[in-house]
């Protein structure tokens, strides 16, 4: 299963190579990494029948998560990515706005990876 990551941190890649380590070496899972929004709009140009999710924080500089997330359920209908938003504030309205726009799940900062892990089995 090929995972899109999006986040303005780069220290995310690392992280998600170490913690996935043993499903990459596997082949279980295949990450590629977007540092922002409209990287991830344009690697989603050439790939998008390739990525099954779609992991987006939401706060970042410059395209919010729920911009990308408006533009990819906008443009990508058929089939629809899954689309998981990643925030550090849980709060109600980013919930609420990230739901509205067809999110298919919400995590928080920091990540739970192995709630993750369980929840990614479940599709792979």
Not at 29 to 54: M, N, P, Q, R, T
Not at 65 to 94: C, F, H, Q
């Amino acid at each position: 299963m090929k995972i899109l990551v999006v986040d303005d941190e780069k220290d995310v890649q690392i992280l998600f190579e170490q913690r996935f380590r043993k499903e990459i070496k596997s082949g279980d899972f295949e990450f590629v990494f977007a540092f922002s929004g409209e990287e991830a709009l344009y690697y989603l140009k050439d790939h998008y029948h390739e990525a099954v999710l779609i992991l987006s924080d939401i706060n970042m500089p410059g395209m919010t998560g729920i911009e990308l997330l408006r533009r990819i359920k906008e443009k990508y209908a058929t089939p629809p990515p899954l689309v998981y938003m990643i925030t550090a504030y849980g709060d109600s309205e980013n919930y609420k706005n990230a739901m509205d726009l067809g999110a298919d799940d919400f995590l928080t900062k920091p990540i739970e990876f192995t709630l993750l892990k369980e929840k990614l089995n479940t599709l792979n």
